[in-house]
């Protein structure tokens, strides 16, 4: 069964940085849409950026020219860089197929102090 793991979350203050990574099995990697979900405190997980198989990219307007997704194929690795972090983007990250299919993995978690 595809086991994810991600890891690289940690504790900031506003403006920091962060470079989230993901692991997963080539084929999640190079076959399928894939993404970053954020569940903030309280709230319900949700998609901010996707990367498919061509490498078209997609963001939520929140973290639109913040954060960058992007992956290497050949290291089994979907990466997030986070800049410019914000107290409202503390929460767990997940990564995932796009659309949620795969059995989620323990999030990293980010805690970013203002």
Known sequence: ????????????????????????SRST?????????????GKEREGITFITT???TTYEDSVKGRF??????????LYLQMNNLKPE???VYYC????????WGQGTRVTVSS
Do not use: M
């Open 54 to 56: 061509f490498g078209f």
């Open 89 to 91: 983007d503390s929460g």
């Open 1 to 24: 069964q595809e086991r994810l793991v991600e890891s690289g979350g940690g504790s900031v203050q506003a403006g920091g940085s962060l470079r989230l990574s993901c692991t997963a």
């Open 96 to 103: 995932n197929r796009c659309e949620g299919y795969l059995p």
């Open 68 to 77: 960058t997704i992007s992956k290497d194929d050949a290291k089994n690795t």
């Open 29 to 41: 990697i190079t076959e399928y849409c894939v993404g970053w979900f954020h569940q903030a405190p």
